[in-house]
């Protein structure tokens, strides 16, 4: 009964009753449509160095098939990285 009444008391002293769950929380969209934005350049800046890297591995005469086992070292690697660092904050 006390935490009511030390709860009445703080809203008539401040004048507005406190929530932290506002009925409808806000939406910043502008930061919404920028964090996207940056998301898909990356994505789509992946996609073309996927692409573009044995066309250059060939020009720089390498064998055409270095790129893929390229692409697949580096995939296993990220992943590796990923595992290992998704435990170090536990």
């Known amino acids: 009964m006390a935490n009511k009444t030390s709860q009445q008391h703080w809203s008539?002293?401040?004048g507005q009753s406190i929530s932290f769950f506002?009925?409808?929380p806000r939406v910043l969209w502008r930061?919404?449509?920028g964090l996207a934005a940056i998301?898909?350049?990356i994505t789509l800046?992946?996609?073309i160095y996927g692409a573009y890297l044995p066309k250059?591995?060939?020009e720089l005469g390498?064998?055409?098939g270095l790129g893929l086992k390229l692409l697949i070292v580096e995939s296993a690697f990220g992943g590796a990285m990923c595992v290992k660092f998704a435990f170090s904050d536990s």
């Open 39 to 41: 998301q898909a350049a």
């Open 31 to 33: 930061q919404v449509w």
């Open 62 to 64: 390498l064998p055409t």
């Open 12 to 14: 008539s002293t401040m």
């Open 22 to 24: 506002p009925s409808q």
């Open 45 to 47: 800046a992946w996609l």
């Open 56 to 58: 250059l591995l060939t």
